[in-house]
């Protein structure tokens, strides 16, 4: 990518009549989960690290949210607190305008490794949490069935974990978390671990999948493509202290496609994005040095 064709992004704050109106709706929705002044300090052996200062945000119905930002700024410190895994040093998060403490069948989790149960067959995965709520063994498999067949998987409905490849597991673990009905779905780089191509089929899935749920969806990731293609806002946040940085709506339309990733709002979006994240990266005296080296045949040596 050229600096012209840079120069002839839209802004990425300028919104298509389609894509305001979608935001629009979502603003008009009841407000799911409400941050607020989140702060984590965590006392070590060097003194008090602030994980995460003064967050404030709201997420509504059904909408879909990344949170983006340089490594250790406080991501997996947030979706824990949101998770009731770990307790804030003030501040609060209220989830349907109760305060999280601790965790509940109201959160559904979906993390980087595969957390299925290697001893249960994919239907049995599923009907865990179901079970869990104490739902009768005959509803609890009717159910589960239905989640695999939503996830593409009816006919690994009796094999074990270990038969299948990544990418599939991390479809059983999102069928799982899904199947108890939670009012938000927390995903901590959930396709992290898996190869560029089965990492762009998972993102496509899951939005089908979330089509047909009316859940919330919190998405963490480092990867922002990613972001782009998934979320309706971007909560970026920045490294030491985390704090919130910018919060983007996205203005790619839905449904999302991945031939969106060259379309101008998605590379305008892109660009705001590394500007945010790696600020540097752009500029002309970071790059110098390389081209220095690679004109000068002596100095490759
Ligand atoms: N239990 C802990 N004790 C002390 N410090 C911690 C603890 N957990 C996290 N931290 C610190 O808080 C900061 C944020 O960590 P966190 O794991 O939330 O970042 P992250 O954004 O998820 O990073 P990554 O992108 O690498 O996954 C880091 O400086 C980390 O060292
Ligand atoms: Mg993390």
């Known amino acids: ?73 406080g991501k997996s410190t947030f979706i824990r607190l949101l998770a009731g895994l770990d307790y804030p040093t003030a501040g609060r998060v209220l989830l349907d305008g109760i305060e999280v403490d601790g965790p509940g069948p109201d959160r559904g989790m979906v993390f980087q490794g595969y957390t299925l149960f290697p001893w249960l067959t994919v239907k049995r995965n599923v009907m865990f949490g179901l079970r869990m709520q104490g739902m009768g063994a005959t509803q609890a498999e009717r159910e589960a069935l239905q989640w695999v067949e939503l996830i593409g998987l009816d006919k690994y409905a009796e094999s074990y974990p270990a038969q299948l490849s990544g990418g599939m597991k991390q479809r059983v673990a999102i069928a799982r978390a899904l199947a108890a009905n939670p009012r ?48 309706d806002r971007i909560l970026v946040l920045k490294a030491n202290p985390g704090e919130v ?43 110098l040095p390389i081209f220095k080296l690679t004109q000068a045949g002596d100095e490759v040596e």
Request: with cysteine; glycine share 4%.
């Open 1 to 73: 990518m050229t600096d012209d064709t840079f120069a002839l992004l839209p802004d990425y704050r300028k919104q298509s009549p389609e894509v305001a109106a979608r935001f629009q709706k979502i603003k008009e929705r009841e407000v799911i989960l409400r941050i607020e002044n989140l702060t984590r300090e965590f006392s070590t052996e060097q003194g008090t690290v602030t994980a995460l200062r003064d967050i404030d945000f709201q997420a509504h119905r059904r909408e879909f949210v990344c949170v983006i930002g340089p490594s250790g700024c």
């Open 184 to 231: 938000i779905l927390l995903m901590d780089e959930p396709f992290g671990a898996l190869d560029a191509q089965t990492r762009g089929q998972m993102q496509s899935h899951l939005l089908q999948i979330w089509k047909h749920v009316d859940v919330t969806i919190l998405f963490i990731t480092h990867d922002l493509d990613e972001a782009i293609y998934l979320a």
């Open 245 to 287: 940085n910018e919060i983007i709506e996205v203005p790619v339309p839905r449904p999302r496609s991945p031939e969106q990733f060259v379309s101008p709002e998605f590379l305008a979006t892109r660009r705001r994005l590394e500007e945010l994240i790696h600020p540097t990266a752009g500029r002309r005296e970071e790059r």
